[in-house]
T-cell receptor, first 115, second 114 residues
Framework: DAGVIQSPRHEVTEMGQEVTLRCKPI?????LFWYRQTMMRGLELLIY????????DSGMPEDRFSAKMPNASFSTLKIQPSEPRDSAVYFC?????????????FGEGSRLTVL | GDSVTQMEGPVTLSEEAFLTINCTYT??????LFWYVQYPGEGLQLLLK?????DKGSNKGFEATYRKETTSFHLEKGSVQVSDSAVYFC?????????????FGKGTHLIIQP
């Protein structure tokens, strides 16, 4: 079975440009999570969706960040405009309907570099 | 909500040494407990889990026992290999609902030297 699929794997862009990261969760999973990982702050939860509905976005750093989940098989994380401090690895994860007790399945990540 | 305490490291050991990475958690209820591992350049993947008190999770020679009385889930391996070099994350999940158990922090960076 395919795991969580993220694209692009690597993105290099210039400050001020729009960045869109994409995620396809595992089929049948009903929760989706976006994380950001940096050396300084570790792995931080940005936002998570349950049944395509955003449940908690308190980790989204500021209004430049937005996330959508138009259907059960696709989600995007957008940064507009991007800044150098947004450089990080962004992970998407999904989990099955287990009432909140199940494991998370992570994608390979999207490494973003903003120059 | 759920939270976890584990050392960040780096923890440096020689090959074939015994490994212990301590993990203690706080939770209002009865969470499931997980250890995840992140190899260089990859995402996190589940290493082992335990869902109730005194359960032992095991995988790839690693073990951890769900200790409710001490709220701990220490990771152990009897003889580590260079290939075990990675970052390890302890994660309780489930008792508080919402975003509880969904923040991983920096994990423990393990370096195994030949």
């Amino acid at each position: 079975d395919a795991g969580v699929i993220q694209s692009p794997r690597h993105e290099v862009t210039e400050m001020g440009q729009e960045v869109t990261l994409r995620c396809k969760p595992i089929s049948g999973h009903n929760s989706l999570f976006w994380y950001r990982q940096t050396m300084m702050r570790g792995l931080e939860l940005l936002i998570y969706f349950n049944n395509n509905v955003p449940i908690d976005d308190s980790g989204m750093p500021e209004d430049r960040f937005s996330a959508k989940m138009p259907n059960a098989s696709f989600s995007t994380l957008k940064i507009q405009p991007s800044e150098p401090r947004d450089s990080a690895v962004y992970f998407c994860a999904s989990s099955a309907p287990t009432g909140g007790y199940g494991e998370l399945f992570f994608g390979e990540g999207s490494r973003l570099t903003v120059l | 909500g759920d939270s976890v305490t584990q050392m960040e490291g780096p923890v440096t050991l020689s090959e074939e040494a015994f490994l212990t990475i301590n993990c203690t958690y706080t939770a209002t209820g009865y969470p499931s407990l997980f250890w995840y591992v992140q190899y260089p350049g990859e995402g996190l993947q589940l290493l082992l889990k335990a869902t109730k008190a005194d359960d032992k999770g095991s995988n790839k020679g690693f073990e951890a026992t769900y200790r409710k009385e001490t709220t701990s889930f220490h990771l152990e391996k009897g003889s580590v290999q260079v290939s075990d070099s990675a970052v390890y994350f302890c994660a309780p999940r489930g008792s508080g609902g919402g975003a509880d158990g969904l923040t991983f922090g920096k994990g423990t960076h393990l370096i195994i030297q030949p």
